[in-house]
């Protein structure tokens, strides 16, 4: 059972924690929403700790979507030159109004699209939870000896959500964004995989509101949705937390860190 700091929430009605869900912006990727309504273990290698490192010792260095530039913004120090790319046209808005003021270029740039850069600009390229990595043009970006340093999803990452709403999902769906099958595109492009790190983390929901709110804010999960669509699944799942709360999830995370050859 969720502890009482999350029954304020829990013992609201289901119309006004779906509502108050719906209302909520989601540009960007700010998760303090959240707070007191969901939790999410973080990987043990402290991705934004360890990317802020490396943006203190580079020389220029590119974020490829940035969302609202959160991750980015974190960072301590940045080198002279960095740039960030995003594809969301009210993310580009928010990452220029929150990264501008530290001198950082943000470029509106589609996730399938080239990379609008020169051959060889950075010596480090970032990225946290790309739709897609593009392997081939971050070689084609870096300087010989530079660094791609991320953390993407990984295999069905938070599936029993997608699967109480969808149902049962294809094997081939179920090993999308496998971390070897990416270790395996970064060294057909040309790069050596230095580090390589998984890990499975549990995630919890305690209230209706919190999942509809996830579903909006990360819609590649249930595609289309609306909470006025599946507003029976939607019931049934603020009826079962109500009793056994929370929901229990599980997202998938795996670090790593890639380089161009000196050579």
């Known amino acids: 059972m969720a502890n009482d700091a999350h029954a304020p929430h829990r013992h609201?009605?289901?119309?006004?924690?779906?509502?108050?869900?719906?209302?909520?912006?989601?540009?960007?990727?700010?998760f303090s929403w959240?707070?007191?309504?969901?939790?999410?273990?973080?990987?043990?290698?402290?991705?934004?700790?360890?990317?802020?490192?490396?943006?203190?010792r580079a020389e220029a260095a590119l974020d490829l979507q940035t969302g609202g530039g959160e991750v980015l913004d974190r960072a301590p120090a940045l080198p002279a030159l960095?740039?960030?790319?995003?594809?969301?046209p009210p993310n580009v808005q928010k990452a220029t109004r929150r990264l501008g003021p530290r001198g950082v270029v943000v470029v509106a740039s589609p996730e399938d699209a080239p990379l609008p850069?020169?051959?060889?600009?950075?010596?480090?390229?970032?990225?946290?939870?790309?739709?897609?990595?593009?392997?081939?043009?971050?070689a084609r970006v870096l300087r010989p000896g530079g660094t791609y340093f991320a953390q993407?999803?990984?295999?069905?990452?938070?599936?029993?959500?997608?699967?109480?709403?969808?149902?049962?999902?294809?094997?081939?769906?179920?090993?999308?964004?496998?971390?070897?099958?990416?270790?395996?595109?970064?060294?057909?492009?040309g790069l050596d995989v230095v580090d390589l790190r998984a890990e499975r983390l549990r995630i919890e929901f305690f209230d209706i509101g919190a999942?509809?709110?996830?579903?909006?804010?990360?819609?590649?999960?249930?595609?289309?949705?609306?909470?006025?669509a599946y507003r029976p699944q939607l019931l049934a799942l603020h009826e079962r937390i109500?009793?056994?709360?929370?929901?229990?999830?599980?997202?998938?995370?795996?670090?790593?860190?890639a380089r161009r050859p000196a050579a």
Do not use: C, N
């Open 34 to 56: 959240f707070e007191g309504r969901a939790t999410e273990e973080r990987p043990s290698w402290g991705y934004a700790r360890a990317m802020g490192e490396r943006l203190g």
């Open 82 to 88: 960095t740039a960030a790319t995003e594809g969301w």
């Open 117 to 138: 850069f020169a051959d060889a600009a950075f010596d480090l390229v970032t990225s946290r939870h790309p739709v897609r990595a593009p392997f081939a043009e971050i």
């Open 211 to 228: 999942v509809v709110y996830f579903l909006r804010k990360v819609i590649w999960m249930v595609p289309g949705f609306t909470a006025e």
């Open 242 to 257: 109500g009793k056994e709360a929370p929901f229990v999830a599980h997202s998938t995370r795996h670090l790593i860190e």
């Open 152 to 189: 993407h999803v990984g295999p069905s990452s938070v599936f029993e959500v997608v699967e109480y709403f969808l149902g049962p999902q294809p094997e081939e769906s179920r090993r999308a964004r496998d971390p070897y099958a990416e270790k395996a595109q970064a060294e057909a492009a």
């Open 12 to 30: 609201r009605s289901f119309d006004e924690l779906v509502a108050e869900a719906v209302a909520e912006p989601t540009e960007g990727w700010d």
